[in-house]
């Protein structure tokens, strides 16, 4: 267990709806990352967030937002959605953000648009 | 911007059969990461490196850090079902953000 909280486990919906997926990060990491995985394909980095502030953003859509709240947690919005925003989203936390800290990742939620 | 290659894109051995992953980045690295993702689950930290020509061993996995810190590889010695899964390796950029390689899925066959 990596101590880090995704929900919802999968999540299905249609075209055109707006979802917002969780992330709980481990005790006492500051720094949260959302990453997006499609089908076969590699980790995509969408956006990452340290104690509250935006720090790096990745080729995330502009239909795409995310915030992190003042207890930590992060929310991913997806808004607008395509059939290829279908994809397994997965949220990593870390230390310190700087380059040698390594991530861990939550178990992902399972985004499904019909 | 930077891009982190790796080759194979799938490899399939034999049980008790070597494989090996390279990575390959299009700039200088700081450190590289390795991580393993077993079918159905999510990507987990192996091991970092971060010196020059570094060579780290656990167990039956082989690290290594190229001289020029723009390429790795990952060795594992007579493998078994449990190695399944997709290896990525990980570099960060000029802003620290982490970015992936392509992943090497492994498969085992007993």
């Known amino acids: 267990d990596s101590g880090v909280t995704q929900t919802p486990k999968h999540l299905i919906t249609a075209t055109g709806q707006r979802v917002t997926l969780r992330c709980s990060p481990r005790?006492?990491?500051?720094?949260v990352y959302w990453y997006q995985q499609s089908l076969d394909q590699g980790l995509q980095f969408l956006i990452q967030?340290?104690?509250?502030?935006?720090?790096a953003k990745g080729n995330i859509l502009e239909r795409f937002s995310a915030q992190q709240f003042p207890d930590l947690h992060s929310e991913l919005n997806l808004s607008s959605l395509e059939l290829g925003d279908s994809a397994l989203y997965f949220c990593?936390?870390?230390?310190?953000?700087?380059?040698?800290?390594?991530?861990?990742f939550g178990n992902g939620t399972r985004l499904t648009v019909t | 911007g930077q891009q982190v290659m790796q080759i194979p894109q799938y490899q399939h051995v034999q049980e008790g059969e070597d494989f090996t992953t390279y990575c390959n980045s299009s700039?200088?690295?700081?450190?590289i990461q390795w991580y393993k993702q077993r079918p159905g689950g999510h990507p987990v930290f192996l091991i970092q490196?971060?010196?020059?020509?570094e060579v780290k061993k656990q167990k039956r996995l082989t690290f290594q850090f190229g001289e020029a810190k723009k390429n790795s590889s990952l060795h594992i010695t007579a493998t078994q079902t449990t190695d399944v899964g997709t290896y990525f390796c990980?570099?960060?950029?000029?802003?620290?953000?982490?970015?992936f390689g392509t992943g090497t899925r492994l498969q085992v066959f007993p």
């Open positions: 990593a936390s870390s230390g310190p953000p700087g380059p040698n800290s390594p991530l861990h």
């Open positions: 005790s006492g990491d500051l720094s």
């Open positions: 967030y340290y104690n509250g502030e935006e720090r």
């Open positions: 700039t200088t690295l700081s450190n």
């Open positions: 490196l971060v010196k020059s020509g």
């Open positions: 990980a570099g960060p950029d000029n802003t620290d953000k982490l970015i």
